[in-house]
């Protein structure tokens, strides 16, 4: 797979991350970082799924790269997730600032493991 | 349903998504190279990803206290920078997934170490990015 098309599915997955947090910021006014929650559970459930297709079908890992490392890695951020929850516990919300930090790491986590076993039961 | 003055935008401009894509392909672009450079070894501690994920909150931290609060050209700079290029050279779906096949392998002591160092070094990055940015700015006159 050429670097230029993992190139353009990370420029994808970058734009896509973008729209859902602009709109759900704009549909939620914005106080809780719901955008990057969003996308990285989402982001996270589609890897595990792709990881487990391309285990299954002993796929090229062509298919991985562009789509895994390219758009999902650019899809899923974990700098804005440290610093917005880092800007919750500097804006005095503690609670909202621990349950973005413990809440992103179960749901990703779940949804990776989960992903990862829905691709293999169902290929 | 709320009554309001003019529309709501609920999507960001054409112009603004490409900048955040622009960004974007060149922080993948990164990320992905350094990924062929250094292969990861897949039963090991993800190093790679550590380092991408936890250099990345540093920069991000730095950069978006650096960068002015307004104005037309440092909200081009945080969306081609911020969002676009760091945004998409770290990645959390990759995290979450070494997590998992971390503790699939039967190493679920790694599984949380890498769990616990990936947001401790990451927090701890990114709080000292912002304070190198506080430091760095340029004084107000008195």
């Known amino acids: 797979m050429s670097f230029w098309m993992v190139a353009a599915a990370a420029a994808l997955g970058a734009a896509a991350r ?17 955008g990057t929650f969003a996308v990285n559970v989402s982001g996270s459930l ?8 391309v285990l299954f079908h002993d796929a090229s890992t062509g298919w991985r790269v562009v789509l895994g490392t390219g758009f999902l ?7 804005t997730w440290m610093m917005e929850t880092l800007g919750l516990w500097q804006r005095g ?3 909202a600032a621990a349950l973005n930090l413990a809440g992103s790491w179960v749901a990703g986590t779940a949804a990776a493991a989960l992903g990862l076993w829905l691709a293999l039961r169902l290929s | 349903m709320s009554l309001q003055q003019g529309p709501r935008v609920l999507w ?4 603004s998504l490409l900048v955040v894509a622009a960004g974007g392909g060149f922080g993948g672009a990164l990320r992905y190279a350094l990924t062929l450079a250094f292969p990861a070894d897949a039963a090991g501690f993800p190093w790679l990803t550590f380092g991408i994920n936890t250099g990345g909150a540093a920069l991000l931290g730095f950069l978006l206290t650096r960068l002015p ?8 700079l945080r969306l081609f920078l911020a969002t676009g290029v760091l945004g998409s050279f770290t990645t959390f779906s990759s995290f979450s997934l070494e997590v998992v096949e971390l503790a699939g392998q039967g190493d679920a002591a790694l ?26 700015r340029p004084q107000a006159p008195r």
Do not use: K, Q
Request: overall charge positive; hydrophobic content about 55%; charged content about 10%.
């Open chain 2, 69 to 76: 609060a307004s104005g037309p050209r440092a909200a081009m």
């Open chain 1, 46 to 53: 589609a890897l595990g799924a792709l990881a487990g297709w």
């Open chain 1, 18 to 34: 973008y729209a859902l947090d602009f709109h759900l910021a704009a549909r939620s006014a914005g106080r809780l970082p719901w």
């Open chain 1, 93 to 95: 919300e503690r609670a």
């Open chain 2, 12 to 15: 960001p401009p054409l112009a």
């Open chain 2, 111 to 136: 599984a949380l170490a890498y769990s616990v160092a990936s947001i401790g070094v990451g927090l701890a990055a990114c709080a000292a990015g912002v304070a190198a940015g506080r430091r760095s």
């Open chain 1, 73 to 79: 890695g650019a899809y899923t951020t974990f700098s």
